[in-house]
């Protein structure tokens, strides 16, 4: 039994976005990156977000490391109805999905 998925790859720039947290956590900004149709329906989109990054360095062999964190992107994947854009943001990734799909 195979899953069927219709994946978009959002073309740059990617168009920003609002991602509701649960439970009334609040709002963060982000990108849409890929919108994905999965088998039962659902969709799911890729949105980058903003986070914390830890980086840790050691020069020199046996001597002590430095570490921290500094801010960073990472790309998550999110349910459709937790993402928020402008409707006109919408209707041209509608149109793009329409005419690269009348392409293929």
């Known amino acids: ?4 998925t219709t994946r978009f790859d959002v073309p740059e720039p990617h168009p920003k976005c609002e991602v509701k947290l649960p439970g009334n956590g609040g709002i963060v900004h982000g990108h849409i990156k890929i919108v994905e149709q999965r088998s039962k329906g659902n969709v ?20 002590p490391a430095r570490e921290g964190i500094a801010p960073g992107v ?3 994947w999110v349910p459709a109805f937790a993402v928020d854009t ?19």
């Open 44 to 63: 799911w989109i890729l949105v980058a977000l903003p986070c914390w990054a830890r980086w840790s360095t050691q020069i020199e062999a046996g001597k």
């Open 1 to 4: 039994m195979t899953a069927s």
């Open 74 to 76: 990472e790309d998550t």
């Open 86 to 104: 402008e409707d006109d943001v919408y209707a041209e990734l509608k149109q793009r999905y329409r005419s690269l799909k009348s392409v293929s």
